[in-house]
């Protein structure tokens, strides 16, 4: 557990050294942004943040969340650039992933164009539809090509309705940080 931390910690101080940024204190926290639509997704997002609390302790997770109806708000947009920009762990966790908003897609260009080849994870939670939908598969296709392009890992779990167990994810994230 310990390891994860230590491992982002380096990677991160490695990656700023290259930038010509001095190095990161020993108060290192893990940095989570949980992005939502609703409510609902919030708290299936939390199931993340929580997972990360039990693997890094709690003093040493940071966490923001970011409503995608909010992102039309300038101060919200920005703020949410530049904690995206250095986040260890970003979940996206969508009940309706048909067709994101305009401003969405802008958001993430920018946040991934500031991150600067920085370590870390993507993970997707999505709601399956009821009936196949292209929009569904064009959201998928679209983060995981957002973690390809962001060199993040990828993780991601569809569901039936939000706020079921991420259990099967749950044991890709922990080998996942285990071996980070």
């Not at 230590?6 to 490695?14: C, G, I, M, P, V």
């Not at 958001?107 to 991150?115: C, F, I």
């Not at 080849?117 to 998928?140: D, Y």
């Amino acid at each position: 557990m310990q390891r994860m931390q230590q491992t982002l910690l380096k990677s991160r101080n490695d990656a700023a050294n290259r930038r010509g940024i001095a190095q990161m204190n020993a108060g290192y926290a893990l940095n989570v942004a949980l992005v939502h639509q609703e409510a609902l997704t919030l708290q299936w997002a939390g199931q993340v943040r929580e997972l990360m609390v039990a693997v890094v302790g709690p003093d040493a997770v940071r966490c923001t969340e970011w409503k995608i109806s909010d992102l039309i708000e300038p101060r919200v947009y920005w703020e949410g650039v530049a904690a995206l920009a250095q986040a260890d762990v970003i979940v996206v966790s969508l009940y309706e992933a048909e067709r994101l908003p305009p401003a969405f897609y802008l958001w993430v260009n920018l946040w991934l164009q500031e991150r600067s080849g920085l370590p870390g994870a993507l993970v997707a939670l999505v709601v399956r539809p009821e009936e196949s939908n292209a929009w569904v598969n064009e959201t998928r296709r679209y983060l995981s090509a957002v973690a390809s392009q962001g060199r993040l890992e990828f993780f991601m779990q569809e569901c039936n309705q939000p706020g079921e167990p991420i259990r099967e994810l749950r044991e890709d994230i922990m080998h996942w940080a285990q071996a980070a």
